[in-house]
């Protein structure tokens, strides 16, 4: 599985270097086209911006502005380091002081959601339920869609493959945030409810019924920026 992740990313590489798409970019004006600024991230996660097919690249379309902004701007300094996004960190696109991230960041934001993101087995989707109530909805959202202004992103319309390894991640993802309970929940989380936990969230645009029309308790947004 990792295996195969390198192999895709090398297969992207060489897609980006051989394509003429960087070069899109680096002759874009000083008031930047957002539309533009995307070109050179086309060939991963592709036009509408909804990924991969096979889930490894993630859905950006419709993400919260506020998180996309954080991410590239981790991205531009190296707190956030990606074999294939070390490639896009460097390229002008996002290196490049004067590029503004915020247009780009916008212009994803407003992009309509992947509606079928890929999806894991369907099993035990009743204790990914249950997780995600008790753990994640308090800042997620019950409908997974973070919080606009902050930077809880939104899980809703992110693939399983995807959402899988972040959440194998996520102890670390979390660990600035409070409370330090739930960063050690998921550290000692078991694999299984992981992979529930995951397909669940993958399934959440299509399965508000099993919500159950619950309450967000919003509250810890408020010390999240
Ligand atoms: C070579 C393929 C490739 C290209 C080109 C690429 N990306 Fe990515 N991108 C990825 C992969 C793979 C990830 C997942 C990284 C990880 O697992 O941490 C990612 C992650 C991201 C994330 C984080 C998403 C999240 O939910 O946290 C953002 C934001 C992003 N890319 C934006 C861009 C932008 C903007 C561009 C163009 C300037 C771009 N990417 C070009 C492969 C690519
Ligand atoms: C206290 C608020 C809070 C809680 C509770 C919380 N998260 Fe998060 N989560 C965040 C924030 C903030 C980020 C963004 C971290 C960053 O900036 O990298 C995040 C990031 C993530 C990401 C990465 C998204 C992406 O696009 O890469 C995933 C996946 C995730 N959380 C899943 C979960 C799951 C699953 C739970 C429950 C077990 C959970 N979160 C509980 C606040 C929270």
């Known amino acids: 599985m990792a295996h195969d992740y390198m192999g895709l990313h090398t297969r992207l590489l060489f897609a980006v270097l051989a394509s003429g798409v960087l070069r899109v970019a680096q002759a874009a004006q000083p008031t930047p086209d957002p539309s533009r600024l995307y070109a050179p991230c086309v060939v991963c996660h592709q036009l509408n911006a909804w990924g991969t097919s096979d889930g490894n690249i993630p859905n950006l379309a419709g993400q919260q502005k506020h998180y996309l902004e954080k991410q590239l701007a981790r991205f531009r300094s190296g707190a956030r380091v990606d074999?294939?996004?070390?490639?896009?960190?460097?390229?002008?696109?996002?290196?490049n002081q004067s590029t503004d991230l915020v247009a780009l960041a916008t212009y994803l934001s407003r992009l309509d959601t992947n509606p079928h993101p890929l999806a894991g087995s369907g099993e035990h989707l009743q204790a990914g339920l249950e997780t995600y109530t008790h753990i994640c909805a308090a800042?997620?959202?019950?409908?997974?869609?973070?919080?606009?202004?902050?930077?809880?992103?939104?899980?809703?319309?992110?693939?399983?493959?995807?959402?899988r390894?972040?959440?194998?991640?996520a102890a670390e993802l979390h660990k600035e945030l409070s409370p330090p309970e739930m960063t050690s929940a998921l550290r000692g989380m078991p694999a299984p409810a992981k992979d529930a936990l995951a397909d669940y969230i993958s399934r959440l645009g299509t399965s508000e019924a099993l919500l159950g029309g619950s309450s967000t308790d919003r509250e810890s947004l408020r010390y999240i920026r």
């Open 139 to 163: 800042c997620h959202g019950a409908d997974g869609r973070g919080g606009e202004g902050s930077s809880v992103p939104r899980l809703t319309g992110q693939h399983y493959p995807y959402l």
């Open 83 to 95: 074999t294939a996004m070390q490639v896009v960190a460097i390229h002008p696109t996002i290196s």
């Open 165 to 169: 390894r972040q959440i194998e991640a």
